[in-house]
């Protein structure tokens, strides 16, 4: 999710990686994953349906701090992508 694959001409690729993690860190934080899930359950009224965003989101949230976790890795040791995958 915050693999930068577009180079804009003005920006490093490493400042745009950068500013899409921590948009990413702020978009899944726990209150607002919380605010999603409770103002799913008032526009629904249904629980279910609450409990479908509350999941997906803890899903996106772990995708996405995984592949933090794994950019982190590659840049800070120069590895190629391809060595931190099983």
């Given at each position: 999710?915050?693999?930068?694959?577009?180079?804009?001409?003005?920006?490093?690729?490493?400042?745009?990686?950068?500013?899409?993690?921590?948009?990413?860190?702020?978009?899944?934080?726990?209150?607002?994953?919380?605010?999603?899930?409770?103002?799913?359950?008032?526009?629904?009224?249904?629980?279910?349906?609450?409990?479908?965003?509350?999941?997906?989101?803890?899903?996106?949230?772990?995708?996405?701090?995984?592949?933090?976790?794994q950019w982190e890795?590659?840049?800070?040791?120069?590895?190629?992508?391809?060595?931190?995958?099983?």
């Amino acid at each position: 999710m915050t693999e930068v694959v577009y180079h804009p001409g003005e920006m490093p690729a490493a400042e745009l990686a950068h500013f899409m993690q921590s948009s990413n860190r702020r978009l899944y934080a726990w209150p607002v994953l919380v605010r999603k899930a409770i103002g799913t359950l008032f526009r629904t009224h249904n629980p279910m349906a609450a409990m479908f965003a509350w999941s997906s989101n803890l899903n996106y949230r772990r995708v996405d701090w995984n592949n933090s976790f794994q950019w982190e890795l590659r840049t800070a040791y120069k590895l190629p992508r391809r060595d931190l995958y099983y």
